[in-house]
């Protein structure tokens, strides 16, 4: 694993305090109704994208996940200006304004969603090793679902097909301890989603995903496994979303006092606790951190208002790559 220095650690800081208070922005101005439809939060989960970025090769490694998906694409190397403006619906954002909150996409920088449908996206992840392996490109595949995902049949069958093709994946179960509001408990029998794997002799186990050095360090050892050739991992990171399921999630099948809790753990506090306790860094330098934080983010907040909707024909032509498409009624 590449070493875990003061400067990683001020980037994991920064950048997770980043993410953080972008989705906070979302959230403040959904309540405005400038974002609408769904909108899926990540607060308490960004040691798992900051220890997995730190694993990956960027550049070369895919990544794919699903609706919880805004501050992914970030990490991976897409402008959050029009991450923000793809959530606001405007022709600046990454698919025109026309995928919004649940499918955010950027092929340039291999992060391939973004997937609506519960579970969809675990064979897709699949699909896409085996198209590396295929045409030997020597990438690895990080296929994120939820828990709750992880009941789906598709699993069972991908992880059947990729062990017997020895593809170049890591499954990563983010297990947020809840299926929407279904605690994982009350969906089998078991609450160890890890050994999911071992009916399939796949390398697997638990991580601690409050901690991004510990996700970095599981990470490391599979991507390393799927390059050199050993094929699939199931990690089971197991992590705590702060907010609801969803911006109309209730919460009630929790306590405040559970969420208080988890907040103790908080990786971006723990993170911070220790560049003060270990690294020198002082007080002043995060108040800078902070600064350029919300700076960034009221940048991210001004673009997207500022730009322009997308026109309407525009979801006629992106539809299909044929320009001449023959089927199509003569007048729309």
């Given at each position: 694993?590449?070493?875990?220095?003061?400067?990683?650690?001020?980037?994991?800081?920064?950048?997770?305090?980043?993410?953080?208070?972008?989705?906070?922005?979302?959230?403040?101005?959904?309540?405005?109704?400038?974002?609408?439809?769904?909108?899926?939060?990540?607060?308490?989960?960004?040691?798992?994208?900051?220890?997995?970025?730190?694993?990956?090769?960027?550049?070369?490694?895919?990544?794919?996940?699903?609706?919880?998906?805004?501050?992914?694409?970030?990490?991976?190397?897409?402008?959050?200006?029009?991450?923000?403006?793809?959530l606001y619906g405007k022709e600046t954002g990454t698919s025109h304004g026309l995928g919004g909150s649940m499918h955010i996409f950027s092929k340039e920088k291999k992060f391939f969603g973004g997937h609506g449908i519960v579970g969809g996206q675990i064979p897709l992840g699949a699909g896409i090793a085996f198209g590396d392996k295929f045409h030997d490109r020597d990438a690895?595949?990080?296929?994120?679902?939820?828990?709750?995902?992880?009941?789906?049949?598709?699993?069972?069958?991908?992880?059947?097909?990729?062990?017997?093709?020895?593809?170049?994946?890591?499954?990563?179960?983010?297990?947020?301890?809840?299926?929407?509001?279904?605690?994982?408990?009350?969906?089998?029998?078991?609450?160890?989603?890890?050994?999911?794997?071992?009916?399939?002799?796949?390398?697997?186990?638990?991580?601690?995903?409050?901690?991004?050095?510990?996700?970095?360090?599981?990470?490391?050892?599979?991507?390393?496994?799927?390059?050199?050739?050993?094929?699939?991992?199931?990690?089971?990171?197991?992590?705590?979303?702060?907010?609801?399921?969803?911006?109309?999630?209730?919460?009630?099948?929790?306590?405040?006092?559970?969420?208080?809790?988890?907040?103790?753990?908080?990786?971006?506090?723990?993170?911070?606790?220790?560049?003060?306790?270990?690294?020198?860094?002082?007080?002043?330098?995060?108040?800078?951190?902070?600064?350029?934080?919300?700076?960034?983010?009221?940048?991210?907040?001004?673009?997207?208002?500022?730009?322009?909707?997308?026109?309407?024909?525009?979801?006629?032509?992106?539809?299909?790559?044929?320009?001449?498409?023959?089927?199509?009624?003569?007048?729309?």
């Open positions: 694993m590449k070493k875990v220095t003061k400067e990683v650690l001020l980037n994991w800081y920064e950048e997770m305090l980043f993410w953080r208070k972008f989705e906070d922005k979302l959230a403040q101005v959904y309540i405005q109704q400038k974002v609408r439809g769904f909108l899926h939060l990540y607060n308490g989960q960004e040691a798992i994208l900051a220890g997995a970025l730190h694993a990956m090769e960027l550049g070369k490694d895919n990544m794919i996940t699903a609706y919880r998906n805004h501050v992914q694409p970030i990490g991976m190397g897409v402008d959050p200006k029009r991450v923000m403006a793809e690895v595949t990080l296929t994120f679902f939820g828990d709750g995902a992880a009941r789906q049949g598709s699993l069972h069958e991908t992880f059947n097909l990729a062990m017997l093709w020895n593809l170049p994946v890591v499954f990563c179960v983010e297990n947020n301890g809840y299926a929407m509001g279904t605690s994982v408990a009350r969906t089998a029998n078991h609450t160890d989603i890890w050994k999911l794997g071992l009916g399939y002799e796949m390398p697997c186990g638990p991580v601690d995903a409050m901690d991004p050095e510990k996700v970095a360090e599981a990470m490391s050892e599979a991507i390393e496994r799927a390059r050199s050739g050993g094929g699939p991992t199931f990690l089971e990171l197991k992590t705590y979303r702060y907010r609801g399921h969803s911006m109309s999630d209730a919460q009630k099948y929790r306590t405040k006092d559970e969420v208080a809790e988890y907040q103790k753990v908080d990786p971006i506090t723990q993170v911070k606790q220790r560049l003060l306790d270990d690294e020198g860094v002082t007080e002043e330098e995060i108040k800078k951190i902070g600064k350029r934080v919300k700076e960034r983010v009221a940048e991210c907040e001004k673009f997207a208002e500022e730009s322009p909707y997308p026109e309407k024909s525009l979801m006629y032509d992106v539809v299909y790559e044929q320009e001449d498409y023959p089927f199509l009624p003569s007048k729309l």
